[in-house]
């Protein structure tokens, strides 16, 4: 019953979508696996390069942002935990996080390796990550440390316009929408999100500062950090992660 469905679905799938996919695929096979960590403060550009290196070898994106954001949204019992945390600029607490983690690791999409972004953000994050991966037999390859002056990131947090659904993220000065307000692709409407103030940035850097500037040190001495210039351009920061990545 269950192929019969799947085959049915094939069918009314365009020729020129199965085709990519399948070419996407053989792309991918040969691709080597590859688990990385993306950190940095807010607004350092974790998200934006993101979708870059995930295409170029077939990884999965797993934003725990993301992730809170669309719990948050849904109302579910996750989402309600963490709400008055993330409104604040607070960190969510660990269990909540690593259990999300956890589930999203193991999905197919994720066969070939992740780009973790926003994860680990505490010491304990990481230790409970290591524990994960070491019963899969299996490590973190590199992590980069988007390494910015906290000057730099609040014309790019308050200037940062996103798309709900797909998670596309303009800037207004930086890299606008063909028409301001509008998402490029859909044409729907642009909406900022509710952490994106100075306000909140102060203790979302606050969190970093105390919280997550241990992880930057734990990764460093087990000799897997790279250090990215993050203030720079963006395809000048594409082409520093593609370096460091490969
Ligand atoms: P999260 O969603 O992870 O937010 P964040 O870490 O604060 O990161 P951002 O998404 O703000 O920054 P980014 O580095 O991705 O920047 P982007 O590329 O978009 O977390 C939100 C909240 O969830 C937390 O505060 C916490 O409460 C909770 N949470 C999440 N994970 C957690 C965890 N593990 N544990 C506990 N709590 C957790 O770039 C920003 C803007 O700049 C964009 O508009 C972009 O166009 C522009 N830009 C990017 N690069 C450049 C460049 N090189 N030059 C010019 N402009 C640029």
Redesign the pocket.
């Known amino acids: 019953m269950a192929s019969g469905g799947a085959a049915v679905d094939l069918e009314d799938v365009q020729t020129v979508d199965l085709t990519s996919e399948l070419l996407r695929r053989l792309k991918c096979a040969s691709k080597p696996d590859k688990r990385l960590v ?1 950190i ?11 979708p870059v290196i995930k295409d170029e070898f077939c990884l999965c994106h797993l ?7 669309a719990a948050v949204a849904a109302k579910t019992p996750l989402g309600v935990k ?1 709400k008055e ?10 269990d ?2 690593v259990g999300i ?1 956890n589930e999203a690791m193991s999905k197919p999409r994720c066969q070939k390796g992740f780009i973790l ?6 010491v304990t ?1 990481a230790e409970k990550l290591d524990e994960m991966l070491n019963k899969q037999g299996v490590q973190i390859d590199k992590v980069l440390n ?1 390494a910015i002056d906290d000057s ?2 609040e ?3 308050t ?4 798309h709900p659904s797909s998670g596309r ?7 606008p929408p063909k028409v301001p307000g509008f998402d490029d692709v859909t044409g729907e409407p642009l909406i900022q ?1 509710k ?2 103030n100075a306000e ?2 102060m ?2 850097l606050e ?2 500062h105390r ?1 997550t500037k241990p992880v930057i040190d734990y990764y460093a001495n087990k000799g897997i950090l790279a250090n990215i210039h ?8 594409t082409s520093e992660v593609q370096k460091a990545v490969s």
């Open positions: 993306f940095g403060p807010p607004g350092s550009g974790k998200g934006t390069q993101s934003a725990t942002g993301d992730m809170l954001r963490a945390s993330m409104d604040k600029g607070k960190l969510v607490s660990d909540l996080v983690i972004d926003g994860f680990p953000r505490t994050q988007f730099i990131l014309e790019r947090i200037g940062r316009w996103i993220s303009y800037h207004t000065k930086f890299a999100r952490d994106d909140v940035l203790s979302r969190a970093f919280q993050a203030e720079k351009p963006r395809q000048e920061v």
